[in-house]
């Protein structure tokens, strides 16, 4: 109902010459490309995960193992979950640089109980210089 009365109001308002004022538009904004400029472009390696022993497709996403092998993330969390023996309530979750925590929710809080340093600084290191090495 008050939809239909602003529509009138407006129809009126038109035709009396008091038309409501327009939003002003938004300056439309050009991009341009630049040719001189070079981007180059990272060439995934055709590394295999040391856990599965499958493909892995982004290496961004790949922790650095020990030895100097990749695993799927994915895979080294379950590989924690195994040897830690993870209970029920617990979760094993990703901490940063390398380190990963066992942890568990309580009254709303997370505790981390264990942490585990998994990736050397030395080993993600390494990992940075070969994506760095496959860029063309």
């Not at 004022?21 to 981007?39: G, R």
């Not at 493909?55 to 379950?78: K, L, M, N, R």
């Not at 924690?80 to 925590?101: D, M, N, P, T």
């Not at 568990?104 to 109980?113: P, Q, R, S, V």
């Amino acid at each position: 109902m008050e939809r239909q009365q602003r529509k009138k109001r407006k129809r009126n308002s038109q035709r009396n010459g008091n038309a409501a004022p327009q939003p002003a538009k938004k300056p439309q904004m050009k991009f341009s490309i630049d040719s001189s400029v070079y981007v180059p472009k990272v060439q995934e390696p055709h590394v295999i995960c040391s856990i599965c022993g499958k493909g892995i497709d982004a290496i961004a996403s790949a922790i650095s193992e020990p030895d100097g092998s990749y695993s799927h993330f994915d895979c080294v969390i379950q590989k924690i979950k195994e040897q830690y023996h993870v209970e029920e309530g617990q979760k094993v979750s990703y901490l940063g640089r390398g380190v990963f925590g066992i942890i568990e929710m309580k009254d709303g809080a997370f505790t981390i109980l264990d942490r585990i340093n998994y990736e050397s600084p030395e080993s993600l290191h390494q990992m940075k210089n070969f994506v760095e090495s496959n860029k063309k």
